[in-house]
Nanobody, 117 residues
Framework: QVQLAESGGGLVQTGGSLRLSCVSS????????VGWYRQRPGYERELVVT???????NYGDSVKGRFTLSGDNAKNTWYLQMNNLTPEDTAVYYC???????????WGQGTQVTVSS
């Protein structure tokens, strides 16, 4: 059973920055794809960014140029650096992993990000 643990959410003012972290219980060897999704109030869950094990990234249109995904395979951890935040970025952010062998999607518990105007 894959477990994901997120951290780093909180309250920030417009224009500020936050960095989210997600630690996986499995190594990169077991991963096909990782990333972040978010669910804003009144909206369905939406893509923030994913990266697959070929290194290809896919950013949601609303975060391109402001958010950056990075990772540390030695720590089984990936990060979401969020800059120039706006109130429209207020959401619960979920880290995500697609298991290479089982093809199952796993989700973290979610971390709240609130951007005040």
């Amino acid at each position: 059973q894959v477990q994901l643990a997120e951290s780093g959410g909180g309250l920030v003012q417009t224009g500020g920055s936050l960095r989210l972290s997600c630690v996986s219980s499995v190594s990169a060897f077991s991963i096909k794809e990782v990333g972040w999704y978010r669910q804003r109030p009144g909206y369905e869950r939406e893509l923030v960014v994913t990266i697959n094990n070929d290194g290809a990234t896919n950013y949601g249109d609303s975060v391109k140029g402001r958010f950056t995904l990075s990772g540390d395979n030695a720590k089984n951890t990936w990060y979401l650096q969020m800059n120039n935040l706006t109130p429209e970025d207020t959401a619960v952010y979920y880290c995500y992993l697609h298991d290479r062998w089982s093809s199952i999607d796993y989700w973290g518990q979610g971390t709240q990000v609130t951007v005040s105007s």
